[in-house]
């Protein structure tokens, strides 16, 4: 009995921190009307912007591993799915919508595709 009251807590602190977690990352994020609505990181400074798309110096972006997870996670959470990589370049679609995420490093490029 106490084996399955132990399991229960250790299950429901997993999931109540599971949820937690994903609301403090959603809450990083915010939609871009101009972009068909895809998260751009609060913190992120705009650099340049253009009718292509815009350019953000961000200090978590990286050329080698991309983007954090937890930016995946928002993107995928908010109806966007990931496509094809070619290097620093991943494109996701939502729709008839489509978006080319180019992280390098500190530095985010998000370029309407159509």
Do not use: C
Not at 15 to 38: A, N, P, R
Not at 53 to 59: F, L, N, R, T
Not at 97 to 113: A, E, F, P, R, V
Request: neutral net charge; charged residues 25%; proline residues 3%.
């Amino acid at each position: 009995m106490k084996k399955m009251v132990g399991w229960t807590l250790t299950l429901a602190t997993l999931l109540i921190g599971g949820v937690i977690y994903y609301f403090i990352t959603l809450s990083l994020y915010e939609s871009t009307k101009d972009s068909f609505d895809f998260p751009v990181p609060k913190n992120a400074e705009l650099v340049q912007e253009n009718e292509q798309g815009k350019s953000y110096d961000w200090s978590k972006a990286s050329e080698e591993n991309g983007i954090p997870f937890g930016y995946e996670l928002v993107i995928k959470a908010i109806g966007w799915k990931k496509g094809e990589r070619e290097g620093a370049s991943v494109f996701y679609t939502k729709g008839n919508h489509k978006i080319d995420l180019i992280s390098t490093t500190k530095h985010l490029n998000i370029l309407k595709l159509n």
